[in-house]
């Protein structure tokens, strides 16, 4: 009877609505659009018709004056022997991780995992201070060589070969993220029907597993490239004082430079540098079109290569020692060295203090109200994203159209950006949104916001919409079929299915904004620092003692904030989804 | 608009059409379904039989036709109701049960938000919740969750949330294929009687014909997104009116010949003729006899009937098939123990035995 009712009223409000409905769909549809071309993609365009324009009238001027520059050159040189060298550094140890993981029987891989992810989730500037600490005249590294025979020297940190390991090192877990599940994938059943047609381990990895992984390799390789050509932190530490520069630290140059063309200069290198970018893109794109894509199998984790226990044993430890290396080691060492009165003081117990801490937290007043800036723009751009981000997810998983598949393309362009780039794109755009008419965002805090926002957006529709993927429709159907509207649906249903995926993607956001450095370093304004621009500052100053103390209490944090989100995560799984 | 309902109808399916882009899953279907009827929907997969499904729960709307359920139009290429506004119950093949809900809440929640018992006090529902887990036989799992449950437990879950509004019409969606054999025996048993119980119209989705033949009223035969015959079992088994739903249904031999006065003369051995039991139409216009294997009698040759050679013997314990090459044509047979054994290579001769019924007692429903 109700069913009878409802549909009276259905009716009598008749076709007008329905079809008032459908045009403000249509309507809907097109402001979206609108709002995502205005905030993702203008912002680009106005950064490329920038470097062809001068007073007002198209030239090639800029080009040409930066192009006739020897340091011009000699900064592309740089960047494509850093970038090129540390992707395959990257991938090199990316790909032979997630191999052994995924294929070979050694003991320990999730804690194993969790140290490969350590240098990802701690930023990368922080990992060149921990390592520059590691390498310095007080750090272990020198203590162990005085001890060795021979003159053996501490390398040289700050140098080409310096920037080039750290960002492989930096960068590695994402090769390593995008090839673990593609091996694990490729079926068991391929090697099996490979050695029963004679071919040996060796050949098979090579002609069968390889091949089968190739698209996950060249994803992350790409991922790895992008993010070496995206890098600010560490050529900045490191290549700065050595004078070397890539292009992402020379753009950063130019526009502090404050020079009369600074900013039509540096839309000039970000333009090479897009177009950079571009050409690793399309060499991707153009591996991955050769290969057949396999349909999705279920992923198979259990190991398929025994080692003897005497050759496993050597694995394991050669492997931790890796690990412990590179990830934790500096980490450590850095934190004892922030406690050390003075800089260059040997490391003894008489040295040792509190006063670097003291003086970061509570002599100056930068680092507390930076970290209260950070917080507050990672807290904002998080609800903004997790809104916006999931609403979008849903409506891209709901009706997978040509114009949410382009709006998606247009929120990942600020994210694949070099942050240089995008800050650049973003200054143009909001110093005077519409030409005359400057709303003074530039120069406040108001810039960050929207930049973070719309620079990690995209990571949260990602996060949302894998957490949409995977649960079944049946799921939102049996709750209709159960009577349950709208808001009932997602408050009892959908929600806590969908809320650990959401809120991996939360804590993404969430940590990228806190220790974001690239895009605040161009973008921010007496009293709103961030973290990253105080340790940034701190270390331009010289003043290591207290960059390490801040980076300290930061890594500790973060660790903090990770376990804490892993043993939610156990919970809730536990608790709410009852699994197993 | 709504169409004034005869007496008795529960869902009419007008003319209904269904495109994906260019590919029409549903093709002009017109289906009647009766208050409190058993209908079971069999074809391959492919034939548009969870499209059908689909459109009668409300997830999607129809291209072209109508479909109207309890005397109100739900849907049109124009408009359609929601499924949390119909008066349905749905069990899925996949169970869909909710990770994070007990099984008692699996069953309050339709409770509160159906259309058809919104209304319910605290005490009929939790009275309804006891009434709805003793009628699925799972009165001691009340505090469980899904992971703690076995297979045919879940799917008693899924049962049990469908049936608790006692909504007017079930859709079940190949319900027992996440199954293994034997729980799918005891299964069908328990729908037969939640049908019994609840007396609400179902329409069973399934590719499996002898699960359709076993629980259903009336069956319809779907294939390519046309329907090929509606009818009760015992006349879609033993009267199919089409090739595919021979074969599909009966697994018949569809033999070549002509009909000549009433009799089939086959075209492999123009010397026998059959009588007719109860060939429709469409085959005697296309000269065509649809043989059942079961009704197939082989004996040692005698040089008077069909003469065919045994090809394959399959023992399958309680009958044996056999493959017989009669001249160009390969007719599967099947034979019960008890009958004489033949060998592969061995001549045999083909006739058919007698209807096992006449005619006249099986046009019933």
């Known amino acids: 009877m109700i069913v009878k009712h409802s549909m009276m009223e259905e009716r009598r409000t008749g076709p007008s609505s329905f079809s008032l409905f459908f045009h403000s769909k249509k309507l809907y549809k097109g402001l979206g659009l609108l709002l995502v071309f205005l905030f993702f993609l203008l912002p680009v365009l106005r950064l490329i018709w920038l470097s062809f324009v001068k007073e007002g009238s198209l030239t090639l001027h800029y080009y040409a004056e930066v192009l006739k520059e020897q340091a011009t050159w000699v900064t592309v040189q740089n960047t494509l022997v850093i970038v090129l060298g540390s992707t395959f550094l990257a991938l090199f140890l990316g790909v032979m991780f997630a191999w052994v993981v995924a294929y070979v029987h050694i003991r320990g891989k999730r804690a194993m995992q969790l140290f490969i992810f350590l240098p990802f989730v701690i930023p990368s500037y922080i990992t060149t201070l921990a390592w520059t600490q ?57 090697e099996e029907a490979a050695a029963t047609s004679g071919l040996s381990k060796k050949q098979a990895l090579r002609k069968v597993v390889l091949p089968l992984a190739l698209p996950g390799i060249a994803s992350g390789g790409l991922i790895a490239f992008l993010s070496n050509l995206d890098n600010f932190g560490i050529p900045a530490f490191l290549g700065t004082p050595a004078n070397i520069r890539v292009l992402s630290t020379y753009i950063y140059e130019q526009v502090v430079g404050f020079g009369p063309e600074a900013f039509s200069r540096a839309a000039v290198l970000s333009v090479m540098l897009g177009g950079i970018a571009l050409m690793g893109t399309v060499l991707q794109w153009m591996i991955l079109r ?85 917080l507050q723009l990672a807290l904002v751009t998080v609800a903004i994203c997790l809104v916006l981000g999931t609403v979008f997810a849903y409506l891209r998983f709901k009706s997978p159209g040509w114009s949410t598949r382009a709006a998606e393309l247009f929120m990942t362009i600020p994210y694949a950006l070099p942050g240089t780039v995008f800050a650049l794109c973003m200054i143009f755009m909001w110093m005077e949104p519409v030409p005359g008419w400057n709303p003074g965002i530039y120069g406040t805090v108001w810039i960050l916001f929207i930049s973070y926002a719309t620079r990690f957006l995209v990571l949260q529709i990602r996060g949302s919409y894998t957490a949409f993927l995977q649960i079944d429709p049946s799921m939102d159907e049996a709750a209709r079929t159960s009577g349950a509207r709208g808001w009932v649906k997602w408050r009892k249903i959908l929600l806590p299915l969908l809320f650990p995926g959401i809120l991996g993607g939360a804590l993404l956001v969430f940590l990228m904004a806190l220790t974001e450095l690239t895009v605040s370093s161009l973008l921010w304004s007496s009293g709103s620092e961030t973290v990253g621009v105080v340790i940034f500052g701190y270390e ?13 209490v930061l890594v500790l944090g973060i660790l903090l904030g990770g376990s804490l989100f892993m043993i939610f995560g156990k919970l809730w799984d536990r608790k709410v989804l009852k699994a197993k | 608009m709504g169409q004034k309902g005869v007496e008795g109808k529960m869902i009419e399916v007008i003319g209904v059409s269904k495109d994906y882009g260019s590919f029409p899953a549903l093709q002009n279907v017109d289906l009647e379904i009766k208050k409190g009827e058993f209908i079971a929907v069999l074809g391959p997969s492919g034939c548009g039989k969870t499209t059908l499904l689909k459109l009668l729960a409300g997830f999607m709307g129809p291209t072209a036709g109508s479909i109207v359920m309890n005397d109100s139009m739900v849907a049109s290429a124009k408009r359609v109701v929601p499924p949390e506004k119909r008066n349905i119950g749905m069990v899925f093949q996949s169970f869909a049960l909710w990770p994070h809900m007990t099984v008692a809440d699996h069953i309050k929640f339709p409770l509160r938000h159906h259309p058809n018992s919104r209304k319910d006090s605290k005490r009929a529902m939790s009275l309804r919740i006891n009434e709805t887990l003793a009628l699925v036989g799972l009165d001691s799992f009340a505090e469980r969750f899904p992971a703690e449950l076995s297979g045919g437990q879940k799917q008693r879950v899924a049962l049990a949330r469908a049936i608790a509004p006692l909504p007017n019409v079930l859709l079940m969606d190949e319900p027992f294929s996440a199954l293994d054999v034997e729980l799918r025996m005891e299964m069908r048993k328990e729908i037969q009687k939640l049908h019994r119980e609840t007396q609400a119209s179902i329409v069973f989705v399934t590719h499996d014909q002898s699960e359709a033949l076993a ?31 021979a074969t599909f249904v009966g697994k018949c031999n569809v033999v070549k010949g002509h009909w000549q006065d009433g009799r089939f003369v086959p075209a492999i051995d123009s010397k026998s003729s059959w009588p007719d039991l109860g060939v429709a139409e469409h085959f005697k216009k296309k000269g065509l006899y649809p043989v059942r294997p079961e009704q197939v009698r082989l004996s040692l040759s005698t040089g008077t009937e069909t003469q065919g050679r045994i090809t394959y013997v399959q023992y399958q314990g309680h009958e044996i098939h056999y493959t017989v090459e009669a001249g160009v044509e390969t007719w599967t047979v099947h034979e019960p123990i008890s009958s004489p054994r033949f060998q592969v290579g061995d001549a045999v001769e083909i006739s058919l035995k007698s209807a096992p019924k006449p005619e006249k007692d099986l046009v019933f429903s």
């Open chain 1, 540 to 552: 331009q100053a010289g003043y290591s003692t207290y960059s390490t103390a801040f980076s300290t």
């Open chain 1, 290 to 374: 050769r290969s057949r894509v396999t349909e999705t199998v279920r992923s198979d984790s259990s190991p398929r290569i025994f080692l003897e226990p005497v050759k496993q044993k050597l694995l394991e430890g050669a492997l931790w020692t890796f690990l412990l290396m590179t990830s934790l080691m500096p980490l450590v060492a850095m934190g004892a060295l922030s406690l050390i009165s003075a800089y260059g003081v040997p490391f003894t117990f008489e040295n040792l203090s509190f006063k670097n801490y003291e003086h970061v937290f509570f002599t100056d007043s930068k680092p507390l109200a930076a970290l209260s800036n950070s």
């Open chain 1, 134 to 190: 590691f390498f310095g005249g007080s750090g272990p590294v020198a203590a162990v060589l005085s001890w060795l025979p021979g003159d053996l020297q501490v390398p040289n940190l700050y140098s080409i070969g310096g920037i080039l390991l750290l960002l492989g090192l930096s960068h590695y877990p994402l090769v390593y993220l995008f090839t673990v599940n593609v091996f694990r994938k490729i079926p068991r059943d391929l």
């Open chain 2, 215 to 245: 629980i259903a009223d009336k069956i319809v035969v779907m294939n390519k997104g046309k329907i090929e015959q509606i009818a009760p079992p015992e006349l879609i088994y033993t009267r199919p009116e089409t090739e595919f739903v």
